[in-house]
């Protein structure tokens, strides 16, 4: 199934419509569309990374100068930084807005991702980061509001997960 451009249009749409003006991505299928959109924009700034783990670096900095920013990236990323997760975004009380494609949840045909897909939420939870699951396109836009609204009253982290329902074709 192809990615849709629709949807991942509507999720650009709302992290513009919550200011996010950094966007730090590694390449990913169900992100394409995205990194491109945030690529193409003249508002927005793509930093295009090697490991996850600099994302949270980006935004802290990001942070601290004054500018939301957003971290796109697939959930075996996401296990692959919580070591700056901890040792620097919560130290620190760095706000941090994930998007995070889910893969490895049910209707996953790559064995390679599920592992990724049995562990995330678990993760999430024992680490206490606040979660939401985006899968209806009506909820997205305030879906994304509140969770940046929540990262930065809260000074944590915020995972938005990227279904499959939202982010492939109908």
């Keep these: ?46 930093v295009r990374l090697t490991r996850e783990e600099e994302a949270i670096g980006i935004s802290a900095g990001a942070h601290l100068a004054g500018v939301r920013s957003a971290l796109l990236m697939q959930n075996h990323g996401f296990l692959a930084a919580i070591n700056p997760i901890v040792s620097l975004a919560f130290l620190y009380k760095i706000p941090l807005l994930m998007l995070i494609s889910y893969r490895g949840h049910m209707g996953e045909r790559d064995p390679w991702q599920t592992q990724g897909g049995r562990f995330t939420e678990p993760v999430l939870k024992a680490l206490d980061i606040p979660y939401d699951h985006l899968t209806n396109r009506m909820d997205v836009e305030r879906q994304i509001s509140e969770a940046q609204t929540l990262a930065e009253s809260s000074l944590t982290p915020v995972a938005l997960l990227l279904s499959r329902q939202l982010m492939w074709e109908a």
Excluded: C, F
Aim: hydrophobic letters at 40%.
């Design 1 to 46: 199934m192809p990615v849709s451009v629709e949807n991942s249009r509507i999720v650009y749409n709302g992290l513009k419509r919550s200011g996010v003006k950094i966007v730090s991505a590694l390449p990913e299928t169900w992100l394409v569309h995205l990194i491109n959109m945030a690529e193409e924009d003249p508002d927005t700034t793509l």
